[in-house]
């Protein structure tokens, strides 16, 4: 794990992971917003999305129009899209496969979360790049 860190409130842990209790069993999926901070990032909000996958038990895929929508409307303010949050429902809070196929913008933050409702979820962050895939960050639950 590097000492990079995303900063992601209580609030903002307990939103995405409501979003993959209601989505359960299949994968929610959403977008963070936020900025850079010289340790990381912080996320200054979550966006749950719709997931348009055709199999939604099994994969995520963010409608392009709502990302584009959420782009918009950050556009002229200091927050940016930082990363993506998904669940893997019954599954573990760390990139499967399919995430590691499916990667492809580089210095991008993904927010997983893991289990089940009923069993407990697990939430884990990770950064994707190019040259190095996905590695684990801290994940501050700070203010």
Same mark, same amino acid.
């Given at each position: 794990?590097?000492?990079?860190?995303?900063? #992601? !409130?209580?609030? =903002?842990?307990?939103c995405?992971?409501?979003?993959?209790?209601?989505?359960?069993?299949?994968?929610?999926?959403?977008?963070?917003?936020?900025?850079?901070?010289?340790?990381?990032?912080?996320?200054? @909000?979550? *966006?749950? =999305?719709? /997931?348009?996958?055709?199999? %939604?038990?099994?994969r995520? #895929?963010?409608?392009? $129009?709502? $990302?584009?929508?959420?782009?918009?409307? =950050?556009?002229g !303010?200091?927050?940016?899209?930082?990363?993506?949050?998904? !669940?893997?429902?019954?599954? @573990? @809070?760390?990139?499967?496969?399919?995430?590691?196929? /499916?990667?492809?913008?580089?210095?991008? =933050?993904?927010?997983?979360?893991?289990?089940?409702?009923?069993?407990? #979820?697990?939430?884990?962050?990770? *950064?994707?790049? $190019?040259? @190095?895939?996905?590695? %684990?960050?801290?994940?501050?639950?700070?203010?």
């Amino acid at each position: 794990m590097t000492g990079r860190t995303l900063h #992601l !409130s209580d609030e =903002l842990a307990a939103c995405v992971l409501g979003a993959a209790a209601r989505a359960y069993p299949l994968e929610c999926c959403g977008l963070i917003e936020g900025c850079d901070e010289t340790d990381g990032w912080r996320a200054t @909000a979550v *966006h749950d =999305l719709v /997931n348009v996958a055709e199999d %939604p038990a099994r994969r995520f #895929l963010i409608d392009p $129009q709502a $990302q584009f929508d959420v782009m918009r409307a =950050l556009r002229g !303010s200091e927050r940016r899209i930082i990363g993506c949050f998904h !669940s893997h429902p019954g599954g @573990a @809070a760390e990139p499967s496969a399919t995430d590691r196929a /499916n990667a492809f913008e580089s210095d991008f =933050l993904w927010l997983i979360a893991g289990g089940s409702p009923d069993g407990g #979820l697990t939430l884990r962050a990770f *950064h994707f790049a $190019q040259e @190095a895939g996905f590695t %684990p960050i801290i994940l501050s639950g700070d203010d």
